[in-house]
């Protein structure tokens, strides 16, 4: 399993800096959190291989078991009631316009509901 090669590579590379920061004299306090730090910036450049084929197995882990996004009941409600709002806002033609005016004339730029009543556009 790539997942528990990648932690324990991980633990590894953290240990054998907590080591040589201790044997360098740093104490414990500050050599777990300089070994911390130090472990996972070198995770990050030395373990990309790993670290790929454990997200790769993990996403196809996911898939083959068809996880999707589990929402409670009322968060699943609030969901659909902003969808419903979105949906609601919008027009054909794209979003409409911040102050409620329908949205903007794609040849002129202008909304069409410009012009103040009464006055020629």
Excluded: H, I, K
């Excluded at 910036?41 to 291989?49: F, I, K, P, Q, R």
Aim: aromatic share 4%; glycine share 10%; hydrophobic share 50%.
């Amino acid at each position: 399993m790539p997942v528990v090669t990648y932690s324990l590579l991980r633990l590894a590379l953290f240990v054998a800096c907590l080591a040589g920061l201790v044997l360098a004299g740093t104490g414990w306090l500050l050599g777990v959190v300089l070994a911390a730090l130090l472990a996972a910036l070198l995770s990050y450049v030395l373990l990309a291989g790993p670290r790929d084929r454990a997200a790769l197995w993990l996403q196809a882990r996911s898939e083959a078991r068809g996880d999707r996004p589990r929402l409670s009941r009322r968060a699943a409600e609030d969901a659909a009631a902003e969808d419903a709002a979105v949906d609601a806002s919008t027009t054909p033609d794209g979003p409409a316009a911040p102050d409620g005016r329908g949205a903007p004339d794609r040849a002129t730029g202008t909304g069409s509901e410009d012009a103040a009543p009464g006055r020629p556009s």
